[in-house]
C-alpha cells in the first residue's frame, strides 16, 4: 500500500526542546516538502528537497531544520528558536517540483 | 514575490446552491493545481490544468484556467454536504523555484 506517512498524529513538548517530526514516503517520489498551516489559514512552505542530500528553504524556515538522507525520509526539527511552534504540519511529497503533491495526514504539535 | 491570492476566505450556502472560489496571480503560472482538505484532514490532489483558457470537469465540478494564465476558478453546482471542506488553489511560476499555495476558501453547507 502506498503512501505517505507521519508521526506522530499528535505531539506536545514543553516549551525550548527541540523536537523532529517524521516523514516517510514509498511512493518513490524524488521531490518532498514540509508545510505548516495555523487555524483558518493556507500553508505556509517551510522547506522543500528535489533531491537526496538537498534541500531549500521555503518563506518561513527560521527556526526549522531539515535533512534528506534517504529518498525516503524528510524529517523535520522544530528548534527551540522557533518562536511560535504550535501549528499543524503537514509533509508532502511529488515525483518532481511542481507536480501533483500528495500529502501525508499531519502532525498536531503543541507546546505547552 | 510571486503570490497566489484566493478569494473569498469563507462561503457558506444552502445545499443546493452553487459555489465558486477564484485564484489570482500577479505573474503567469505553468500550471495551476486544486486540493481539497475536509475538516481536521489534510489535502488531497483534485485537478490540475496546464493549458490556457483550459476547463476540465469532475462531476459537479468544474475548473477554469484563465486565457492568460494568472487566474483560476473553481465551481460546484448544487452543492452537497459532503462538498464542506476547504478548497486551496496551488501553482508556480516557469522557474520551478516557488510554488505556492493560495490562503483557502472554506465552504460550509447547510443542509
Known amino acids: 500500500d502506498g503512501g505517505i506517512t507521519q508521526s506522530p498524529k499528535y505531539l506536545f513538548r514543553k516549551e525550548g526542546q527541540n523536537v523532529t517530526l517524521s516523514c516517510e514516503q514509498n511512493?518513490?517520489?524524488?521531490?518532498m516538502y514540509w508545510y505548516r498551516q495555523d487555524p483558518g489559514q493556507g500553508l505556509r512552505l517551510i522547506y522543500y528537497?528535489?533531491?537526496?542530500?538537498?534541500?531549500q528553504k521555503g518563506d518561513i524556515a527560521e527556526g526549522y531544520s531539515v535533512s534528506r538522507e534517504k529518498k525516503e525520509s524528510f524529517p523535520l526539527t522544530v528548534t527551540s528558536a522557533q518562536k511560535n511552534p504550535t501549528a499543524f504540519y503537514l509533509c508532502?511529497?511529488?515525483?518532481?517540483?511542481?507536480?501533483?503533491?500528495?500529502f501525508g495526514p499531519g502532525t498536531r504539535l503543541t507546546v505547552l | 514575490g510571486q503570490q497566489v491570492m484566493q478569494i473569498p476566505q469563507y462561503q457558506h450556502v444552502q445545499e443546493g446552491e452553487d459555489f465558486t472560489t477564484y485564484c489570482n496571480s500577479s505573474?503567469?503560472?505553468?500550471?495551476i493545481q486544486w486540493y481539497k482538505q475536509r475538516p481536521g484532514g489534510h489535502p488531497v490532489f483534485l485537478i490540475q490544468?496546464?493549458?490556457?483558457?483550459e476547463v476540465k470537469k469532475q462531476k459537479r465540478l468544474t475548473f477554469q484556467f484563465g486565457e492568460a494564465k494568472k487566474n483560476s476558478s473553481l465551481h460546484i453546482t448544487a452543492t452537497q454536504t459532503t462538498d464542506v471542506g476547504t478548497y486551496f488553489c496551488?501553482?508556480?511560476?516557469?522557474?520551478?523555484?516557488?510554488?505556492?499555495f493560495g490562503s483557502g476558501t472554506k465552504l460550509n453547507v447547510k443542509p
Open positions: 508532502a511529497s511529488s515525483i518532481v517540483r511542481e507536480d501533483t503533491q500528495y
Open positions: 505573474t503567469t503560472l505553468s500550471n
Open positions: 511512493l518513490n517520489h524524488d521531490a
Open positions: 496551488a501553482g508556480g511560476g516557469y522557474n520551478f523555484n516557488k510554488f505556492y
Open positions: 528537497s528535489q533531491i537526496v542530500n538537498d534541500f
Open positions: 490544468l496546464v493549458k490556457s483558457g
